[in-house]
Nanobody, 125 residues
Framework: VQLQASGGGLVQAGDSLRLSCTTSGRSSRDYNMGWFRQAPGKEREFVGGSRKRSGTTYYADSAKGRFTISRDNAKNTVYLLVNSLSPEDTAVYYC???????????????????WGQGTLVTVSS
């Protein structure tokens, strides 16, 4: 499966932004789809994800409230909506995929073998 993230750009603090991740080669329905981000000088961190088939979502505790993940399997696309952006949200945002069995969908980058190229989000104050 190949992943393509898009939707990043330069935004103002307080804005909202929706990122997209589209899969090709395989249906996104077959994969747990995760979102991660990596801020300058920091390690990559898990944001949240959407379970395969059911589409139910799971989030890092730090992401609950401002981040919303959804998916459109007909379009093989998973979305990450970020509200009330702040400069601290400046990062490269990555989508990733795994086909782990039902249960723990994965909250760590090493649990995702498939990655998109990342899309840069820059938030100005």
């Amino acid at each position: 499966v190949q992943l393509q993230a898009s939707g990043g750009g330069l935004v103002q603090a307080g804005d909202s932004l929706r990122l997209s991740c589209t899969t090709s080669g395989r249906s996104s329905r077959d994969y747990n789809m995760g979102w991660f981000r990596q801020a300058p000088g920091k390690e990559r961190e898990f944001v949240g994800g959407s379970r395969k088939r059911s589409g139910t979502t799971y989030y890092a505790d730090s992401a609950k409230g401002r981040f919303t993940i959804s998916r459109d399997n007909a379009k093989n696309t998973v979305y990450l909506l970020v509200n009330s952006l702040s400069p601290e949200d400046t990062a490269v945002y990555y989508c990733a995929a795994n086909n782990r069995p039902t249960g723990d969908p994965g909250y760590n980058s090493y649990e995702y073998p498939h990655w998109g190229q990342g899309t840069l989000v820059t938030v100005s104050s």
